[in-house]
């Protein structure tokens, strides 16, 4: 990060912000009007956010503590409340329910690792590890496709299952370590 004084209204956090609004959006096009290709395409469009900021923090020299920080917290309030609404539209769905618990495999081995920094009180955040921002891409992506409906989700959903765990296990290392 910067040494000098953080700017906190800039381009990127603006972006990052607008996840939250986004993902509200497609919960809303999932949940009340069953509309799962509009409820898929919010979702799409809040996932191209945590790319866009990224991308804008870097190009216009934005790049702050606060918004690295802010990033991890949208991607999280991202997945998590798309993820229980989700639970909610698939409940009759056994098949669709296990795929979503598959995307969130790095939800499920970090959750204990939260658990474990807040007893020893050590930071909640680690540094942005690539796997993680990875892990977060193709996340979104299946989050997308099962939302969507795509016979062919199954593959991306293998795929973030995997990067999860090895997202999840890196969470879990740099927990230990800090330790």
């Not at 381009?11 to 290709?37: E, K, Q």
């Not at 979702?43 to 802010?70: C, M, N, P, S």
């Not at 949208?74 to 795929?99: Q, Y």
Request: hydrophobic content about 55%; glycine content about 6%.
């Amino acid at each position: 990060m910067t040494n000098k004084k953080e700017k906190i209204v800039n381009v990127p956090n603006f972006i990052t912000l607008w996840r939250v609004p986004l993902t509200i959006l497609a919960i809303y096009y999932l949940l009340f009007s069953g509309d799962r290709f509009l409820a898929a395409l919010f979702l799409a469009f809040a996932g191209i956010t945590d790319f866009l900021d990224g991308q804008f923090a870097r190009g216009l020299d934005q790049v702050t503590e606060l918004g690295a920080k802010f990033d991890i917290v949208a991607d999280r309030i991202f997945i998590i409340l798309f993820g229980f609404a989700l639970i909610f539209f698939f409940k009759n769905s056994p098949v669709e329910m296990l795929l979503l618990f598959l995307c969130l495999s790095r939800e499920a081995i970090s959750f204990p690792a939260f658990i474990y920094r807040r007893i020893k009180r050590i930071p909640l955040f680690s540094d942005a590890k690539f796997i993680g921002k990875l892990q977060t891409t193709i996340q979104a992506a299946a989050l997308v496709f099962l939302t969507w409906g795509v016979s062919w989700s199954i593959y991306v959903i293998g795929l973030s299952f995997i990067t999860g765990i090895f997202a999840g296990l890196v969470y879990w290392k740099d927990s230990v370590h800090a330790a």
